[in-house]
């Protein structure tokens, strides 16, 4: 099993940034990648960006391509997801999960963070 903790999300203004980090603890032997996800109300869930757990691959949503960031702290098994330039579109929850090596798929969640973007 793999735990993820999600922190770093709030609210902010149009134009502002925020970063949300991502803590993996347990077998995270297991994992082979890391996600953003995001999901607004009404809306399906999308994914927001991803990094190779080495870190040496990474890929943003064209949604968010220039504002958006991914990284990784490889001695804290901690991702994070950079957000600048924020619109009122970004607000949504966000989810950090992670790929499970066997299966390819994002199996394992976290609870999610709200993001609002609002003056």
């Known amino acids: 099993q793999v735990q993820l903790v999600e922190s770093g999300g709030g609210l902010v203004q149009p134009g502002g940034s925020l970063r949300l980090s991502c803590a993996a603890s347990?077998?995270?032997?297991?994992?082979?990648?890391m996600g953003w996800y995001r999901q607004a109300p009404g809306k399906e869930r999308e994914l927001v960006a991803a990094i190779s757990w080495s870190g040496d691959k990474t890929d943003v949503a064209h949604s968010v391509k220039g504002r958006f960031t991914i990284s990784r702290d490889n001695a804290k098994n901690t991702v994070y997801l950079q957000m600048n330039s924020l619109k009122s579109e970004d607000t949504a929850v966000y989810y950090c999960?992670?790929?499970?090596?066997?299966?390819?798929?994002?199996?394992?969640w976290g609870q999610g963070t709200q993001v609002t973007v609002s003056s």
């Open positions: 999960a992670a790929q499970e090596l066997s299966s390819g798929a994002f199996v394992y």
């Open positions: 347990g077998s995270i032997f297991s994992i082979t990648a």
